[in-house]
């Protein structure tokens, strides 16, 4: 594909696959899960930490937050989940144009939240990555399940520090309170 060409949208059979692409394809799990479910069980968290005013987003943003939750994922209905380690070797390759290829209203929206609110994006990866640490920490097998709990956790540190040194207005120790099961 040309540079610069973009791919049609997405129609809704394409997205009602996120039903049955599968996650995980590199780590050992007591049970599978779809994108769909992964979205759903992320846009639960978003919900919970962005409808509470103690975080201190306004409305407009914490609807924002809950929409792109329920979308974050949906070009892996082409692409795949592609697992971290294969993204981390990508490093080139910026992933987000890929992912903005398949669909132009996608990537259209990504590349306004990333201009105009990028908290929005942040607050979602945050709660991706507490998804993600919830799932392993019950569906995981093994010590390479471990391993990647271990990476996932680092990265979910690193993201909550970026987090909080660029918004420091924003609650983000709710994420902490999220991701040890007190909320």
């Keep these: 594909m040309a540079e610069g060409t973009q791919m049609a949208k997405l129609g809704l059979r394409e997205l009602m696959r996120t039903g049955h692409v599968r996650r995980w394809h590199i780590v050992r799990v007591a049970r599978e899960q779809t994108i769909a479910e992964h979205m759903y069980r992320v846009w639960l968290i978003v919900s919970r930490i962005v409808d509470d005013d103690k975080f201190g987003l306004d409305q407009q943003q914490a609807i924002l937050c809950k929409e792109w939750a329920l979308l974050h994922d949906q070009p892996e209905v082409i692409t795949g989940d592609i697992p971290t ?65 271990a990476d996932i956790d680092d990265d979910f540190r690193e993201h909550l520090s970026d987090a909080m040194g660029r918004w420091p207005d924003l609650r983000w120790s709710v994420f902490l309170e999220v991701r040890n099961g007190e909320i």
Excluded: T, W
Excluded at 108 to 132: R, T
Excluded at 135 to 146: K, M, N, P, V
């Design 85 to 149: 380690p294969s993204k981390r070797r990508m490093v080139e390759f910026d992933i987000n144009k890929l992912e903005a290829s398949i669909d132009s209203d996608f990537g259209d929206c990504y590349n306004q939240l990333k201009s105009l609110f990028p908290q929005v994006l942040a607050i979602v990866k945050l709660a991706d990555l507490v998804e993600m640490l919830a799932f392993l920490q019950i569906e995981g097998l093994g010590r390479h399940a471990e391993s990647v709990l």
